[in-house]
C-alpha cells in the first residue's frame, strides 16, 4: 500500500503562484506515473497534469503555459507549480500514482484545497 501526502494548498490572490507536493511512501515511486487532479465544488474530479515514469508530461488545456508538474524520485515526490492562477482553478487537488503492471496498483491522496480568491 502507498500512502500519497499532498501538501501547499491555500488561499492565493488572482494572478499568484502556489506549489503543491506530494510525497510518497514508497521506495519503488520511480516506476509509477503521478498524476494530479482536481475538484471544484459540484463538479467531477478532472485530470489536470500527468509525468509518466520516465519523465513525459501532459497538461489539460484549461492549464497549459500556466502549470508545470515536474518529479524528484531521489525525494519520492511530485510536484504542481502553478503560476498566473485564477479564480476558476479553485479546487481540491489530489495526487494520484498508477502503475501498469500486473496487477495494475492505483493510489489517490486525500487532497489539498487551493482557494483562489482577492
Known amino acids: 500500500q502507498v500512502q500519497l501526502v499532498e501538501s501547499g494548498g491555500g488561499l492565493v490572490q488572482p494572478g499568484g503562484s502556489l506549489k503543491l507536493s506530494c510525497a510518497a511512501s514508497?521506495?519503488?515511486?520511480?516506476?509509477?506515473?503521478m498524476r494530479w487532479y482536481r475538484q471544484a465544488p459540484g463538479d467531477q474530479r478532472v485530470l489536470v497534469a500527468g509525468?509518466?515514469?520516465?519523465?513525459?508530461?501532459n497538461y489539460a488545456d484549461s492549464v497549459k503555459g500556466r502549470f508545470t508538474i515536474s518529479r524528484d524520485n531521489a525525494k519520492n515526490t511530485v510536484y504542481l507549480q502553478m503560476n498566473s492562477l485564477k479564480p476558476e482553478d479553485t479546487a481540491v487537488f489530489y495526487c494520484?500514482?498508477?502503475?501498469?503492471?500486473?496487477?495494475?496498483?492505483?493510489?489517490w491522496g486525500k487532497g489539498t484545497l487551493v482557494t483562489v480568491s482577492s
Open positions: 509525468i509518466s515514469s520516465g519523465g513525459v508530461t
Open positions: 494520484n500514482a498508477r502503475w501498469g503492471g500486473i496487477p495494475p496498483k492505483e493510489y
Open positions: 514508497t521506495s519503488t515511486f520511480s516506476i509509477y506515473a
